[in-house]
């Protein structure tokens, strides 16, 4: 039924609370509605989309978008029930108005600010692809208002506690653009890996909690690139690295972000380094460093990525890690580990590979118990040409580039990542199966991080994935549409 209102003048936003991550939320409905609404196509006008405060008159005549958590607003709770809302999740509902049965009212809940936020990206990125009319034989986003909104209602929580990403802080262009593409996924932890610190640390984390977003800064315990060109591990190289990382700690990150991620000397395909075992000597040397930061900084939250390829036959070693620290886990095996391993040549050979690879998964998922904090870190959305990897010369402003640079480095990726497309395709349901593994073991008690790049935009691959990291249950057809048909997601 066509719409009686003209769409530019009968909509607006009724809000609760600006401030916080509900004034984000806000601004993204203000933005993304916005693009649907307040203008004419090839006409200049100059229309807003009103924002307004919610009031005791909880009528509203016309069209309105209702945003706010369950508790702060009457016009929800008119309509939805709280126990319709999941933990740490949210509601999305489209019914007709009362006030008047010509308007629609969306309304968009939950119990918490970050919840709330998930929800105004479904309207866009769920609801809007699935609502909108078919005009002649085709389906037409930008048509949505032009009619009536069908009535309608999802609701939806995360099955992991931590969706995040780690990257390298230097290839990302524009931190603003990849922190808010993070949330619109539903992500909400980013690992940034430094070689120096930004100079802009304090404004790039502030930006990630305004969108929810834990920032957790990177940087190496001896960590090298090509860590097989390490040749010694004795009691003297550990003593000064240990002294390095505690001096690097405090003169660059006490006090910085929700915590720090380190990698070691675990990225070799051998299991020793002199005569000297990696496994055990690393877990006493983490022992001994995080302890002694968690002796100065008791709250300080610690993330060790951990190589498999060096401990994964020395385990009873890796489970003496000190419970306080969090291991992230890369190279355990097969895709959605390795992403090298996606293109299918035998499937039975490949599925053979991957139940070694769910395995040994449960094994390092059960290692140090059910408390002990642990992540799995799915490869290969980098991107990046390690052939001519720069690294940092010394501190810098992340993610402030100009857009041509922006633009230079997507042209440059393109054709990697039609490639990745088509494996994530063909080869996606691996990971689901192999996420939804990990939730039936942690029942979501995990870390969920993607190795990524979002410049240049956000690659399907990193869509599903991310889908994948909010609820793996679903069918893999199921998560594809739904990463598919989100607007700000790049198909080739």
Request: a negative charge; aromatic letters at 12%; charged letters at 25%.
């Amino acid at each position: 039924m066509k719409a009686k209102y003209p769409k530019e003048t009968s909509w607006k936003i009724v809000y609760s609370d600006f401030s916080g991550m509900e004034r984000t939320a806000a601004e993204f409905l203000n933005r993304e509605a916005g693009r649907l609404l307040i203008r004419q196509e090839g006409v200049y006008t100059l229309h807003v989309l009103p924002l307004e405060r919610e009031t005791a008159d909880t009528t509203i005549p016309q069209n309105a978008i209702v945003l706010g958590t369950w508790d702060e607003s009457a016009i929800i709770r008119a309509h939805v029930p709280a126990c319709e809302i999941p933990e740490n999740g949210y509601v999305l509902k489209i019914a007709d108005n009362p006030a008047d049965p010509d308007g629609s009212l969306v309304l968009i809940t939950a119990h918490d600010q970050r919840s709330l936020l998930y929800g105004a990206a479904a309207f866009i990125d769920r609801y809007a692809p699935m609502a909108a009319p078919d005009v002649g034989g085709l389906h037409f986003t930008n048509r949505l208002f032009d009619h009536k909104l069908p009535c309608c209602t999802i609701s939806s929580a995360p099955r992991a506690k931590t969706r995040g990403i780690f990257c390298w802080g230097h290839s990302t262009n524009d931190y603003r653009t990849y922190i808010a593409s993070m949330a619109r996924l539903g992500l909400n932890q980013l690992i940034v890996w430094n070689d120096h610190k930004p100079v802009n640390a304090d404004e790039i984390t502030a930006y990630a909690h305004k969108f929810g977003i834990e920032l957790i800064w990177g940087f190496a315990w001896g960590w090298i690139a090509g860590c097989s060109r390490i040749q010694s591990i004795d009691e003297a190289y550990l003593a000064e690295l240990k002294a390095q990382v505690l001096r690097k700690f405090e003169n660059e990150y006490a006090g910085q972000g929700d915590g720090i991620y380190f990698q070691s000397f675990t990225e070799r395909q051998d299991d020793s380094i002199g005569g000297r075992p990696i496994a055990d000597t690393v877990t006493d040397f983490v022992n001994d460093t995080a302890g002694e930061l968690l002796r100065r900084y008791p709250s300080l939250r610690i993330q060790f990525g951990l190589h498999a390829t060096s401990v994964k036959n020395r385990l009873d070693a890796i489970a003496r890690v000190d419970k306080r620290v969090e291991i992230v886990w890369e190279d355990g095996g097969v895709f959605p580990f390795d992403p090298g391993a996606a293109r299918i040549e035998n499937p039975d050979a490949f599925e053979e590979k991957f139940q070694e690879t769910l395995a040994f998964t449960e094994k390092i998922l059960r290692l140090r118990g059910t408390d002990a904090p642990t992540g799995i870190v799915f490869k290969g959305f980098m991107k990046l040409d390690w052939e001519r990897f720069v690294y940092q010369a010394g501190p810098y402003i992340m993610g402030e580039n100009a857009p041509e640079i922006c633009e230079h480095d997507r042209r440059l990726r393109s054709d990697a990542w039609r490639a990745f497309t088509a494996d994530w395709l063909q080869n996606g349901d691996y990971a689901r199966r192999f996420a939804e593994r990990i939730y039936e073991i942690t029942k979501g008690n995990v870390n969920l991080c993607m190795a990524a790049t979002f410049d240049g935009g956000v690659y399907f691959p990193q869509a599903a994935c991310a889908e994948i990291f909010w609820d793996p249950t679903r069918t893999y057809g199921e998560i594809m549409k739904a990463a598919a048909d989100k607007p700000m997601v790049t198909l080739n």
